[in-house]
T-cell receptor, first 113, second 109 residues
Framework: QQKVQQSPESLTVSEGAMASLNCTFS??????FRWYRQHSAKGLEVLVS????GEKEEGRFTAHLNRANLHVSLHIREPQPSDSAVYLC?????????????FGGGTRLTVRP | EAAVTQSPRNKVAVTGGKVTLSCNQT?????MYWYRQDTGHGLRLIHY???????EKGDIPDGYKASRPSQENFSLILELATPSQTSVYFC????????FGKGTRLTVV
């Protein structure tokens, strides 16, 4: 069964400094990796979806995938206090992004003004 | 944007009682999912469905049943609720993209 782990559990950065979040997974045949943001008491907002090794940028959010190292990361450029939230990594074995996802435990990001 | 609506948004239930959580989507998505979210565990898949009449077990199905009577509706049923089922439950739907509802906070006392 797929295992997904995120680190760190919590992260505090100053406004404008780069924030880096990590995610490791156990199944190297996984094909679909997504980062979600979750503000308190709200649903999940997809930030970046990545399907192949390398880098994928969506605005201030960049995902890096290294399937050989079973690792996907999220980098947030110029974070703002409104980016304070829980960030979730999700992995699917299928190319179809609608397939069932396995989530990590999340990283709580706090951005100080 | 695709909308997924969950009801109720908050629920307090008694141990041993029956609880039904409802989810509705009007996007004509074939796939629908029920997850629960607990601190330190992220979201874990309980049941999912590929279309009306179909339900499949996810990673943690014990203590839960699911029902998909139509393309639009997918329910999660707790026949005998227990305090360990206190959690936040999320419904999602999607074919090539996944859209989540805002969640239902369930407390079993």
């Amino acid at each position: 069964q797929q295992k997904v782990q995120q680190s760190p559990e919590s992260l505090t950065v100053s406004e404008g400094a780069m924030a880096s979040l990590n995610c490791t997974f156990s199944d190297g045949t996984s094909n679909n990796f997504r980062w979600y943001r979750q503000h308190s008491a709200k649903g999940l907002e997809v930030l970046v979806s990545i399907f192949s090794d390398g880098e994928k940028e969506e605005g201030r959010f960049t995902a890096h995938l290294n399937r050989a190292n079973l690792h996907v990361s999220l980098h947030i450029r110029e974070p703002q206090p409104s980016d304070s939230a829980v960030y979730l990594c999700a992995v699917s074995p299928y190319n179809n992004a609608g397939a069932k996802l396995t989530f990590g435990g999340g990283t709580r990001l706090t951005v100080r003004p | 944007e695709a909308a997924v609506t969950q009801s109720p948004r908050n629920k307090v239930a008694v141990t041993g009682g029956k609880v039904t959580l409802s989810c509705n989507q009007t996007n004509n998505h074939n796939n629908m999912y029920w997850y629960r979210q607990d601190t330190g565990h992220g979201l874990r898949l309980i049941h999912y469905s590929y279309g009306a009449g179909s339900t499949e077990k996810g990673d943690i199905p014990d203590g839960y049943k699911a029902s998909r009577p139509s393309q639009e509706n997918f329910s999660l049923i707790l026949e005998l609720a227990t305090p360990s089922q206190t959690s936040v439950y999320f419904c999602a739907s999607g074919n090539t993209e996944v859209f989540f509802g805002k969640g239902t906070r369930l407390t079993v006392v």
